[in-house]
């Protein structure tokens, strides 16, 4: 079975800092992992996603994500945090029978 | 496009009322999910289609929770005789295909369907 655990329910940074979110999943098969986003009363949007082949992905927004197998982690990071980045986060692995699952989310607030 | 549409955006029911929300996919896009968002629990699956079957429905919470879809198409999720702890966002998402391919199952999810329940 798939699961999916994200380190830290809130997140603070300063407008123009690092933004690192963690993430690390579990999974007996090689797993579709994504990060999808929730603006303040929006629906979910993907940012990135990883299925095979280069291990960094570039998403929207200047976020980009590293899949590492012997860590089994996907931690998503952004060099230069924006006010407009302000959102809840959510990792989330794909499962062998086709349904997300997903992370219990991280709220990021970005400080001017 | 059009994305994924939802109906209604909000309800409002008393308790022990049915409900019925409505979805309406990204056309083409063979697998349609339904989640729910709450407070105490995240988001959770709740059943998929695959064309009109489907194939998993570990996640429906009750007896009280089924779903249909006709013509490959439109959804709906029907919640009878509705509790207090129903009340959440309900999340449609659609993606072309189930599984693999390069997409890789990328989901694209409707604005929800706010459900409370009083």
Redesign the interface.
Known sequence: AQSVTQLGSHVSVSEGALVLLRCNYSSSVPP?L?W?VQYPN?????LL????GATLVKGINGFEAEFKKSETSFHLTKPSAHMSDAAEY?CVV?S??????????TTLQVKP | GAGVSQSPSNKVTEKGKDVELRCDPISGHT?L?W?RQSLGQ????LI?F?GNSA??KS?LPSDRFSAERTGGSVSTLTIQRTQQEDSAVY?C?S?LV??GG???????????TRLTVT
């Open positions: 579709y994504f999808y929006q629906g979910l949007q993907l996603k990883y299925t095979t959510f794909s062998n029978t086709g349904k997300l699952i997903f992370g219990q989310g | 697998a999910y989640y995240g988001l959770e699956f998929y695959q194939p998993d996640g999340l998402a993606s189930a599984l390069p997409s890789g199952n990328e989901q694209y999810f409707g604005p929800g």
